[in-house]
């Protein structure tokens, strides 16, 4: 048994389940097995098997970690804490949270800092594009308040949008700030020059991404970002339509490549990270039910775990840019894409008609009305209000 790959272990995690149709909370233990991926659920409330051990290799160990939100045959858990002692010793070195921010100016290169930060073994457990005011600016670099720095700095972070983001991995605030490289842009280029700050900073206010430095920080700097889902929202409502990054991608580390790909076309002007219940990915999907032979697969592939939605704006910020942006994307069927629009981004990162990469709005007057649902949060609030508690569970 190698505890340090989890190799031949069998992890157990506290989860829980909201009944959409009750408004019930059902706790159950969760066992993970390793060593041929199997999974078993116990009733705690009931002290039975719930579920007997079985296959599923679609869950790895890596997505097991504490508000993490996984869907298990369309129960949608979300993990509250480990199971055993065992589990907690052998994982929590494991699965650190830290905060990481995208400055303003490293807006243009999101995509790309995305794209290092999964192929450097993170996963994003969060993840919003914010407006700051001034005061938020002020509050957030309040430990810096009267350093000769502190208002150029808080000037600069409210002139444009920022992506806030926590970030899971080994060790994840000494790696995410290893990866930041020295502070000063200048001196990262000298001293680290494949850092996030030498390759996208310009000097020591301008350097692309902020990292936290100890737990106690990114705990609180989380916060700041997370604790009102509402806070610096950005999203424009108007000339817009939806992307969503599906699920699948997500899982695959790929979706800083998908955002790279779009910012070379459009700007994207509203970005956060969701987890749909069932019956939020049904509400979403409804236009399509009983239209598309599909839609239960459908549905069951945008609740399989998080997404990254978009807001999306032509880059004058005029015009409605549903059907540029959905030729763009391709057609539906990913297969056949490949063979008819190659360079699409369906043909790129798409599987076949269900994991198809990315969702984009069809008609062009339900781009506003997409992103509203999902920016405004128009989704059952009551299922969601219970997910969205997942950024105080460390």
């Known amino acids: 048994m190698d505890t340090r790959t989890g190799e031949g272990c069998r992890f157990a995690f506290n989860v829980r389940w909201l009944d959409p149709?009750?408004?019930?909370?059902?706790?159950?233990?969760?066992?993970?097995?390793?060593?041929?991926?199997?999974?078993?659920?116990?009733?705690?409330?009931?002290?039975?098997?719930?579920?007997?051990?079985?296959?599923?290799?679609?869950?790895?160990?890596?997505?097991?970690?504490?508000?993490?939100?996984?869907?298990?045959?369309?129960?949608?858990?979300?993990?509250?804490?480990?199971?055993?002692?065992?589990?907690?010793?052998?994982?929590?070195?494991?699965?650190?949270?830290?905060?990481?921010?995208?400055?303003?100016?490293?807006?243009?290169?999101?995509?790309?800092?995305?794209?290092?930060?999964?192929?450097?073994?993170?996963?994003?457990?969060?993840?919003?594009?914010?407006?700051?005011?001034?005061?938020?600016?002020?509050?957030?670099?309040?430990?810096?308040?009267?350093?000769?720095?502190?208002?150029?700095?808080?000037?600069?972070?409210?002139?444009?949008?920022?992506?806030?983001?926590?970030?899971?991995?080994?060790?994840?605030?000494?790696?995410?700030?290893?990866?930041?490289?020295?502070?000063?842009?200048?001196?990262?280029?000298?001293?680290?020059?494949?850092?996030?700050?030498?390759?996208?900073?310009?000097?020591?206010?301008?350097?692309?991404?902020?990292?936290?430095?100890?737990?106690?920080?990114?705990?609180?700097?989380?916060?700041?970002?997370?604790?009102d889902r509402n806070f610096g929202s950005c999203a424009r409502l108007e000339n817009c339509t939806l992307c969503i990054i599906k699920p699948h991608l997500v899982f695959d580390g790929v979706a800083g490549q998908v955002i790279d790909l779009v910012l070379k076309k459009f700007d994207v002007t509203a970005m956060e990270m969701v987890t749909f219940s069932q019956p939020n990915a049904a509400e979403f999907y409804e236009i399509y039910k009983g239209v598309l032979p599909d839609f239960h697969a459908m549905v069951h592939e945008l609740a399989s775990g998080p997404f990254i939605a978009m807001e999306i704006s032509n880059k004058d910020g005029q015009g409605n840019p549903v059907s540029s942006f959905r030729e763009f994307c391709g057609p539906p069927d990913s297969q056949a894409c490949r063979i008819v629009r190659p360079n699409t981004l369906r043909a790129k990162y798409g599987i076949n008609k269900i994991k198809n990469g990315v969702h984009c709005t069809d008609l062009p007057e339900d781009g506003v009305l997409e992103c509203k649902f999902i920016f405004k949060h128009s989704f059952n609030p009551f299922v969601d209000a219970m997910e969205y508690t997942n950024h105080n569970l460390r």
């Open 21 to 227: 149709n009750t408004h019930l909370i059902w706790h159950y233990q969760l066992f993970y097995y390793t060593h041929d991926q199997s999974i078993e659920m116990f009733d705690i409330k009931n002290q039975r098997i719930f579920l007997k051990r079985v296959s599923h290799p679609e869950i790895h160990l890596e997505h097991l970690y504490l508000g993490a939100s996984i869907s298990l045959y369309s129960r949608q858990l979300i993990i509250e804490s480990y199971g055993d002692e065992f589990s907690r010793k052998h994982l929590q070195g494991f699965q650190e949270t830290t905060f990481a921010l995208i400055k303003p100016d490293g807006i243009k290169n999101m995509g790309r800092i995305i794209d290092l930060i999964f192929s450097n073994g993170f996963l994003i457990k969060e993840l919003r594009m914010c407006k700051l005011s001034v005061e938020d600016a002020r509050n957030f670099y309040k430990i810096h308040s009267g350093k000769p720095f502190y208002e150029a700095l808080t000037q600069f972070m409210a002139s444009g949008l920022c992506v806030a983001m926590d970030l899971v991995a080994e060790n994840a605030v000494r790696r995410w700030r290893t990866l930041l490289g020295p502070t000063n842009s200048q001196d990262a280029r000298d001293r680290d020059p494949n850092s996030i700050r030498a390759l996208f900073g310009t000097d020591s206010t301008q350097n692309a991404c902020h990292g936290s430095d100890s737990l106690e920080s990114a705990k609180q700097e989380s916060d700041f970002f997370f604790r």
